[in-house]
C-alpha cells in the first residue's frame, strides 16, 4: 500500500489533529494511521520504514565516513537521520544521537514514530542531550565505541554557539580523525539557507547549507539532501 504522503507530512497532521481535537498524540497518530489503512500507527510505521530510503542508502556508507544530511525544517532530515541509525542497530552496530536540540523524549518518541520501538534494541542506542555538546565532548563520549557504530550530531549549526567551544571547522576536523581513526560513521544534521528556492532546483545542495560561521565542507565524505520525498545522495569526488 502507498501512502498518501511521506511519513514526517502524516506525523505532522497527527500532532496538529491531536491539538484540534485535545487528544493525545498516539490517539491522532492512530487515527491518521486508519486514514491510511492501517489498523495502527505502529503498523504504519512499519510499513515506512520497510521502504525508506534508508534501506538503500546505509549500505554505502563506510567506517570512518563524515556524512552531511540537510534539509529545509519540516522536510524529515532528523527522521532520516534515526532510519539509518535503525539500520546499523539492525546490523548489529551501536548508534549514538547527540542533540543540542531536542530532549532525550523527543528522540524517542521520533524513533517510535518511524516503527521502532526503543526497548528492542537494548543497549545498543544512546541519546545524549547535554547542553556540553561538541567535538571534544563527543570524542571523550565515544572513546570506547566500537568500530561501525553510528553516530548523529544534531545539529552542525549549534556545535559552535558557545563561546568556549572551537570554530566550526576545527571540530568538524576532529570528528573527522576521530571517525577515521576509529572507524565511526558520523552523520551530521544541517540546517538549510532560506534563500534555497524548491522551484529552481528539486533538492537543496552544499551551496545551500547555512553558514553561519566559516567551514569547509569538503570535509564531508558523503552528502544527503531531502526536499518534498526526493532523496539526494553523492560521494565525495
Known sequence: MRLSAPIYHLKRKAKRLSREASI???????????TEGFSAWSMLAAKAAAVTPANKLFPQFRPGDLVLVGARPGQGKTLMSLELAVEAMKSGHRAAFFSLEYTQRDVLDRLRAIGAEPAQFDKLFEVDCSDAISADYVVKQMASAPRGTFVVIDYLQL?????????????????????????????????????????VKPCPDLSDVRLPNPLDLKLFDKTCFINNAEVQFRAAG
Open 159 to 199: 556545535l559552535d554557539q558557545r563561546r568556549e567551544n572551537p570554530d566550526l571547522t576545527v571540530q568538524v576536523r576532529a570528528l573527522k580523525s576521530f571517525a577515521r581513526d576509529k572507524g565511526l560513521i558520523v552523520i551530521f544534521i544541517s540546517q538549510i539557507d532560506r534563500s534555497y528556492d524548491p522551484a
Open 24 to 34: 493525545p498524540l498516539h490517539d491522532a497518530l492512530d487515527r491518521i494511521a486508519a
